[in-house]
C-alpha cells in the first residue's frame, strides 16, 4: 500500500514532464489488509530519499524497479530544495505583542523559553514598529491553529490566532 502511494504521487508529479519513467511493479501474495491501516502523515519521510525507498525490498516481500530518466531524480530534488523558499497563505498563533521598553529584551526571553517548552514548533519573532511579536506555528487550516491556540491557552492566555504567509511544509 505505501510503495503504490509513492508510485501515485511520482506518477502525478511528472505527468507533465517530457521525460517519462517506466516502473515495474512486482507484488507479494500477501494480501493489502496486513498494512491497509497505515497512516501516511503528510513529513513521514521527512529526510528521506524517495528513491531509495522505493528502491528496497519491503517487510511483506514486494519489489519496485525504477528505470527513468535522471531528469525525473533532478526534478524532484530541485522541487524539494525550492519548497523550502515558499510561502503559502495559513494561521500562525500569537503569544506576544508589546512596545513597552523592555518588549525586545522579553521577546527573545519568551522565543527561547518557548522552545524549550515546546520543541519542533516554529517560533518567529517581528519587529513591525513599534510593536515586538512573537508568532508560533505554521498551519495550514484554521482549525489546526484553534486546535494550537488551546494547547498553548494554558501558558499563553493571551494568544490568539492571526493569518500569515507561513513556512512551505515539509517535503
Not at 511520482?10 to 511493479?25: A, D, M, N, P, R
Not at 513521514?44 to 525490498?57: E, K
Not at 519548497?83 to 522565543?111: C, H, M, T, Y
Not at 498553548?152 to 490566532?161: E, Q
Amino acid at each position: 500500500m505505501k510503495y503504490r502511494f509513492f508510485i501515485i504521487l511520482t506518477s502525478i508529479l511528472f505527468l507533465g514532464s517530457k521525460s517519462y519513467s517506466q516502473t515495474e511493479v512486482t507484488t507479494s501474495t500477501l494480501p493489502d489488509s496486513l498494512v491497509s491501516n497505515v497512516e501516511i502523515l503528510d513529513s513521514a519521510y521527512l529526510g528521506t530519499n524517495i528513491f531509495d525507498i522505493l528502491g528496497h525490498r519491503s517487510y511483506a516481500g514486494g519489489e519496485v524497479r525504477l528505470l527513468q530518466s535522471h531528469l525525473v531524480r533532478d526534478a524532484v530534488n530541485n522541487y524539494i530544495a525550492n519548497a523550502s523558499k515558499r510561502k503559502i497563505p495559513g494561521f500562525r498563533i500569537r503569544i506576544f505583542f508589546d512596545n513597552k521598553q523592555n518588549a525586545r529584551a522579553s521577546s527573545e526571553e519568551l522565543v527561547v523559553s518557548f522552545k524549550e517548552k515546546y520543541p519542533g514548533t516554529g517560533v518567529y519573532r517581528t519587529y513591525d514598529n513599534p510593536y515586538f511579536k512573537v508568532t508560533v506555528g505554521d498551519l495550514r487550516t484554521r482549525s489546526d491553529a484553534e486546535w494550537l491556540l488551546r494547547r498553548l491557552a494554558i501558558d499563553y492566555p493571551a494568544a490568539f490566532i492571526v493569518k500569515e504567509n507561513i513556512n512551505f511544509p515539509p517535503l
